[in-house]
């Protein structure tokens, strides 16, 4: 008498995401097919269309869960630098990204490297804009005593940014798979950046106003141009 079969344990859709970032990670989206990304997973085309819709809907499926991800392990790591000193706390949320980037290198380069085969990336920039802000509420104490200084903690807050994504993207593409003292190496060079930095620069930085003007429009200006025309038609 023979034993009964162990029924299949059906594809979660985290399953085909983990196989969608890796491969939309490894080869971009346009060279990268549904079939290849249900043979990944263990699964068909059929079952993965089951659950999403298009290759379109999984990427951005996929790009949505990494940025909120992310943003989870970032804000995780700021919370606890915003209770340290100066110099462990920038240190402190510096190293974090580049310790996603050690856990999720899919999810890193879906977020961080560029694809023009890919759709737009709006998902990657508004992760990117909260973690700018997010960063920047913890300068603007650094920078001023009083409720002003914002622009220039957004300022320094997107060199922070910037300069840990340089270092990610620098690491990915030598090769270096030791992200720990890549992240190590940059996040001194923050620290001494925004330990010696002239913050009266940063904090005379001022957003300016944009006024609504209330004079009347008048005929002329509300017809569009003939240029302006031909590219609406066009």
């Known amino acids: 008498m023979t034993a009964a079969a162990t029924p299949r344990r059906p594809i979660t859709e985290e399953a085909f995401l983990d196989a969608a970032t890796d491969l939309f990670a490894q080869q971009g989206y346009g060279a990268t097919s549904v079939d290849q990304i249900a043979l990944r997973a263990g699964s068909t085309k059929p079952t993965l269309y089951a659950r999403f819709p298009?290759?379109?809907?999984?990427?951005?499926?996929?790009v949505e869960r990494e940025a909120a991800l992310l943003t989870r392990h970032l804000f995780a790591a700021y919370d606890r630098a915003e209770r340290e000193g100066l110099r462990e706390g920038v240190s402190l949320g510096m190293r974090a990204a580049f310790e996603f980037a050690q856990l999720r290198p899919g999810g890193t380069a879906l977020l961080?490297?560029?694809?023009?085969?890919?759709?737009s990336g709006e998902v990657s920039e508004?992760?990117?804009?909260?973690?700018?802000?997010?960063?920047a509420r913890i300068m603007q104490p650094i920078l001023a005593d009083d409720e002003g200084g914002l622009a220039g903690a957004e300022l320094l807050a997107?060199?922070?940014?910037?300069?840990?994504?340089?270092?990610?993207?620098?690491?990915?593409?030598?090769?270096?798979?030791?992200l720990d003292s890549v992240g190590a190496a940059v996040a001194s060079f923050a620290v001494e950046g925004v330990i010696g930095l002239d913050r009266a620069l940063f904090t005379a930085i001022q957003e300016r106003p944009r006024r609504r003007s209330n004079a009347p429009v008048s005929r002329a200006d509300r017809r569009p141009s003939r240029r302006g025309a031909?590219?609406?038609?066009?």
């Open 54 to 62: 298009s290759k379109e809907e999984l990427y951005a499926r996929a």
């Open 112 to 119: 961080f490297e560029s694809d023009t085969s890919a759709p």
């Open 126 to 135: 508004r992760a990117v804009r909260q973690v700018t802000l997010r960063v």
């Open 158 to 178: 997107a060199l922070m940014v910037a300069l840990s994504n340089a270092g990610i993207r620098h690491a990915r593409r030598r090769g270096i798979r030791d």
């Open 230 to 234: 031909s590219r609406d038609t066009s």
